[in-house]
């Protein structure tokens, strides 16, 4: 659009990056209105990945914050054993993994790439998050499973009607923080060909070199706008948990 | 009066002796953290409607002794029945084996408890912390549950607090709320763990005067650990003093705190009255 770097007519504004012609890169304001539409395209997929990544991913941030709390010694060790692997590994293996390696080696298909990359943020993030439920359900004050006793509560009860309201304030803050997180790393499924706003990007990219500072620019600001309701919803869970937790 | 905590205890737990109707026994019970015996051997009688005083000094194991009978420590020998059901321990084919959590709820129904630091609900409202256990443990329908929570908080004259938090509350009101939260399960046996200690000392009197009236009104048997010697004297069928994990001396307030035999107690008193 802006060959040999000079300054477009139509665009308002032109970055040079270098000297060089071969890679001079620009953005042009002008070329937006062509870019936008493209991106468009895959907020859907974005946030479908996000979304079905939020419902499994604290569905196991609990499952295994619970199990590793468990009186049972080999559901512990086994919670344990996958907490310490998804977290101490990177999410892009453990999608490929998921996506390429696991199929082959046992022969099965898993659908789809869009439960393949849900999987994987939901398990690296789960794994992640459940210890904060772990750690929070452990951090309630000890006065507080005495009362629930003295009441003549049952361990469900206990757990549902005081420990838990109590512990979910403490976590609110740190899910928040995970929420945006994750966010971020559903761009990683334009890796396994999902079409997301990452994806359309690229495509854009490829088609015209030059456009990269425009095209990532707006990726940019499409992630952030994303963002915006997760850091405000964020900072009111804050807000919310500061309120009614007893702490030793 | 009380349709709430029916006990029903299938297994044939009926203690082997029941001491002119006492709703606690204690037979015989120590108690060990680690190396150290706390409680060596306590033999404790307590009858329905009778206000005992635990006093003693610090680590003599009045706290423990409560603690006990609460289920929140667990003894290490001997035996607590209350109101003729072994506490600790069932029966199953004929032995005695340690209680599940089942027979442990079972038992202490009966017996309600205020602690030193309150410890209320921090994320449900003053009503709510008092007809939260009612509606779930005794199944109480939500309205009756609710209407005697909120003649509970008036009695205890915080009846125009309902719907604020603890966290905006004194620690007299606190410790007020406790009791009411306590009083609607209707227990038997009410217990009261060094209630005052974390409170300043302008608000001591008004815990102190909901626990005269709620003595006054009498059926429930009530045990105090306490630092109130005055306060002791004032309402207590009987004063227990411990010392070492033993029962040094006990008896009727005026013999115990105004005219002890015991020397350790005779310095303890006067290291309280200055």
């Known amino acids: 659009m802006t060959p040999k770097g000079q300054a477009p007519s139509t665009g308002g504004l032109t970055l040079s990056f270098n000297e060089s012609n071969k890679y001079k890169g620009v953005i042009t304001i002008s070329a937006i209105a062509d870019i936008f539409p493209a991106l468009i395209q895959g907020v859907e997929v974005t946030l479908k990945v996000l979304f079905a990544s939020i419902i499994l991913g604290y569905s196991m941030a609990f499952i295994a914050g619970f199990c590793r709390l468990s009186n049972n010694i080999i559901l512990r060790s086994f919670t344990g054993f996958y907490v310490e692997v998804f977290r101490g590994t990177s999410l892009i293996v453990q999608l490929f993994w998921l996506f390429y390696a696991l199929p082959m080696l046992f022969n099965f298909d898993i659908g789809s790439n869009f439960w393949a990359g849900v999987l994987a943020i939901s398990l690296n993030y789960g794994a992640y998050m459940s210890e904060i439920v772990r750690g929070s359900i452990l951090s309630v004050a000890k006065g507080q499973h005495e009362a629930s006793t003295a009441l003549n509560m049952t361990r469900f009860q206990r757990m549902r009607l005081v420990i838990l309201p109590q512990a979910v304030r403490m976590m609110l803050p740190e899910f928040g923080n995970y929420l945006i997180l994750m966010l971020k790393s559903t761009s990683l499924v334009s890796l396994i060909g999902m079409h997301d706003i990452l994806y359309q990007g690229d495509l854009l990219r490829d088609a015209n070199l030059s456009q990269a500072p425009t095209v990532y620019l707006l990726v940019l600001v499409f992630y952030f706008l994303m963002a915006l309701p997760l850091i405000w919803l964020t900072k009111k869970m804050e807000a919310f948990s500061k309120k009614g937790v007893a702490t030793q | ?37 706390v409680l060596k051997g306590i033999d404790l009688d307590i009858k329905p409607a009778e206000k005992v005083a635990l006093i003693g000094p610090s680590g003599s194991g009045k706290t423990t002794i409560i603690r006990m009978l609460m289920t929140l420590e667990q003894p290490t020998s001997g035996e607590i029945i209350v109101d003729g059901k072994n506490l600790w321990h069932m029966e199953k084919n004929g032995e005695l084996v340690p209680a599940t959590e089942k027979h442990l709820r079972e038992v202490r129904g009966d017996i309600g408890m205020v602690f030193q630091h309150f410890n209320l609900f921090p994320h449900m409202t003053i009503l709510e912390n008092c007809m939260t256990a009612p509606i779930h443990v005794q199944k ?18 915080l009846g125009d607090k309902l719907d604020n938090y603890p966290s905006q509350l004194s620690g007299g009101q606190k410790q007020r709320v406790a009791m009411a939260r306590a009083l609607v399960m209707r227990p038997k046996v009410m217990l009261f763990d060094e209630v005052t200690s974390a409170l300043d000392p302008e608000l001591v009197g008004e815990v102190l005067e909901v626990i005269r009236d709620i003595a006054k009104e009498g059926e429930m048997a009530m045990v105090l650990v306490t630092h109130e010697m005055e306060f002791a004297l004032d309402i207590a069928d009987r004063v227990i003093f411990l010392d070492n994990g033993v029962i040094a001396e006990q008896g009727p307030p005026s013999k115990v705190l105004e005219n002890p035999d015991n020397e350790r107690l005779q310095q303890f008193l006067h290291r309280f009255r200055g």
């Open chain 2, 1 to 37: 009066m009380s349709e709430t905590s029916v006990v029903t205890n299938e297994s044939a737990t009926e203690s082997t002796t029941n001491n002119e109707d006492a709703i606690v026994s204690y037979k015989n019970i120590t108690k060990s953290f680690g190396d150290v015996e």
């Open chain 2, 140 to 157: 109480e329908d939500k309205a009756s549950a609710k209407k005697r929570s909120i003649e509970m908080l008036e009695k205890v004259g």
